[in-house]
């Protein structure tokens, strides 16, 4: 039987939910990474590149969080023990709530971003003198450039590396990601 004499153990439910929530992002980007490389998973490319970026996204969004707590656990004068339970306790205590609003909320808005580009992509290929695109090759036809996707990738990258060197965007950016300190 564990004991914690100590007292400063992170809770099992946040560890088993941080550690879950890490599963379910690099499954998700394991499968768009077969979908795209190779014919073992058949996914539209979109999905795929969908898939990859709610991963990705939610490894950021877990990383600035826990940047987050241990910026405020160091300024507060907690031990190298207390730091560490303070992290994984902030960062598994909001890990499943940001895989399903990643799942629930924002992998349906990508979607349905995909298909208005898509349909705006048909709507502006029936014009002729809009068909500006009509000698590029056929791979990234109806919508399916992930360019956005990249940006909005980049983006998020972008914040999570500024949050290291900013303590103040840093504590800003978790809390709109809903952190609080522990």
Not at 28 to 55: D, E, K, N, R
Not at 77 to 88: A, M, Q
Not at 132 to 151: D, F, Q
Request: charged content about 15%.
């Amino acid at each position: 039987m564990y004991s914690d004499l100590s007292g400063h153990a992170p809770e099992l439910n946040n560890l088993l939910e941080l550690i879950a929530g890490c599963i379910i992002s690099i499954a998700a980007i394991a499968v768009g990474v077969i979908a795209l490389t190779t014919s073992i998973i058949t996914l539209p490319a979109a999905l795929a590149i969908i898939l990859i970026i709610a991963g990705v996204s939610i490894l950021l969004e877990y990383v600035t969080i826990a940047r987050a707590q241990y910026n405020y656990s160091v300024s507060e004068g907690d031990s190298e023990s207390e730091i560490f339970d303070d992290v994984i306790n902030a960062t598994g205590h909001l890990s499943i709530d940001r895989v399903l609003i990643q799942a629930g909320v924002k992998v349906p808005g990508y979607i349905g971003g995909y298909y208005l580009m898509s349909a705006l992509t048909e709507i502006n290929s029936q014009i002729q003198f809009l068909n500006y695109n009509k000698h590029v090759s056929s791979e990234y036809k109806r919508g399916t450039h992930p360019i956005l996707a990249y940006a909005i990738m980049a983006y998020s990258t972008y914040r999570t590396a500024r949050s290291f060197f900013d303590e103040q965007y840093c504590y800003d950016y978790a809390e709109g990601k809903g952190w609080e300190p522990w």
